[in-house]
């Protein structure tokens, strides 16, 4: 049964960057066809899907969040891992990893992790 589950900090100060990694149990990142998604949920609104990487390493961005974002992977380790530059407030959220089938469609929840808060604050 693939698992997979955030970590990082909770809160980062306006300007920075925001990173946390994925760690997935289970599977292996670099086997079959999938996509290894990060989605975010900001207070009182939707889900947002922010990007991906193919079993491949091929990389798939949001074009909103293009410019900051980065997805890197350390297949060692069976990781992955979300970079966002330059956050504001309005980069607050509950940032989820995911393992997905289509690239820019936000996974079925069958296999997410439990999601981890992330305040932009000063």
């Known amino acids: 049964q693939v698992q997979l589950q955030e970590s990082g900090p909770g809160l980062v100060k306006p300007s920075q960057t925001l990173s946390l990694t994925c760690t997935v149990s289970g599977g292996s990142i670099t086997a079959g066809y999938y996509y290894w998604t990060w989605i975010r949920q900001p207070p009182g609104k939707g889900l947002e899907w922010m990007g991906a990487?193919?079993?491949?390493?091929?990389?798939y961005y949001s074009p909103s969040l293009k410019s900051r974002t980065s997805i890197s992977r350390d297949t060692s380790k069976n990781q992955f891992t979300l970079q966002l530059s330059s956050v504001t407030p309005e980069d607050t959220a509950v940032y989820y990893c995911a393992r997905g089938l289509i690239p820019g469609r936000i996974p079925e929840r069958n296999y997410w992790g439990q999601g981890t808060q992330v305040t932009v604050s000063s």
């Open positions: 990487m193919a079993w491949s390493g091929v990389t």
